[in-house]
C-alpha cells in the first residue's frame, strides 16, 4: 500500500510516493509553468501504469496550488507547506529544532520544540535569495546553476554584494563584473549576501537552535549551504530528498487523517492522467467579502468549484 503526496508551488510540482514504512518509492521534480492542472496530469501519467488504484491507501496536498491539487486528485488532507515541511523534517530526524526552507519563489524558516512548530515565517515583499533569482543570475552569467555553488567555493577574494533587495543585488554585481572581479569572487559574495538577507528579514528575532536542516531545491546549491554555515557558525544537515519535502510532509498527513478518522481514501485514481481538465475564476458578488471562485471543469462539462469562504460555491456542479 502506498500513501501519495503533492505539493504544487509557482516553479515546481512535487509528488511522491511513500510505502507504508514512509521510505520514498517515487519522487517527482516537475516544473510548474503556468500550468498546475497540467503538470499534475503529467505526473500522475508517469504513475499510472505502474501502480493501481486500489493500492493508494491515501493522498495528502500543500503548497501554493494545494486546494486545485485536492479537488483534482480528491485529497484526504490538505495542509500549509509549514506544516508539510516540519511533519516531513521530524519524520526524520525528531531532534530537528530549526527548517531552512528556500524554494523556487519563497523563503521560509521554521522553529520546532518537542515536535512542535513554535514560530515560522515567510518572505513577503522581495525574492532575493530564491531559486528563480538564482537561475536568473545563473543564465546572465551564463554558468549552468549545477555549477554556482562549487564556483563560490573557489572563490579567493569574495567581495561584498548588496544584498537586500533583487534588483539591486543584480545592479552591483553588473558593477562588481565591470571593474574586473571575477566570477567566483562574485558569486561567493552573492551567495553571502543572499544568507545576511535572510538572515536579517525573515529569521530576524529568531534563535536558530541546532539541528538545523536546510531543505527546499537552493538546497542543493553547496555555495548557500557553506555560506549559512559560515555565518551560524554551525553545521547545516541537507535531507536526502531536500527537494521533495513539503510532498513527502503531505503524504505523511494524509496517511494520518485517513488512519485517525477510520476512513477510507478520497483518491479519485490515476484516470486525472488521461482527464480534460481546465479552470476558470469569477468574482462571487454574493456578499462584501467578494470571493475569487476558481471552477474546475472536466471533459463531461461537470464541475466543482473552491475559494469561496462562505461555502456557497463548494458543491457546484
Known sequence: MYYIGVDVGSVSTDIVLLDESMNVIESLY?????NPLKTIKEGFKSLQDKYCDEEIRAV???GSGRQIASFLIGADAVKNEITAHAVASLEIEEDVR????IGGQDSKIIILKDGIVTDFAMNTVCAAGTGSFLDRQAERLSIPIEEFGNLALQSKTPIRIAGRCAVFAESDMIHKQQVGYSEEDIIRGLC???VRNYLNNIAKGKELKTKIFFQ???AANIGMKHAFERELGVELYVPKYYNVMGAIGAAIIGKNTVEKNRDTTKFKGFKTASGNFHSKSFECDGCSNRCEVVKIIDEKNSSGCFGDRCGKWSNCS
Open 30 to 34: 516537475l516544473k510548474t509553468k503556468g
Open 216 to 218: 527546499g531545491g537552493v
Open 98 to 101: 530549526t527548517i531552512i526552507e
Open 192 to 194: 553571502e549576501a543572499l
Open 60 to 62: 495528502g496536498t500543500t
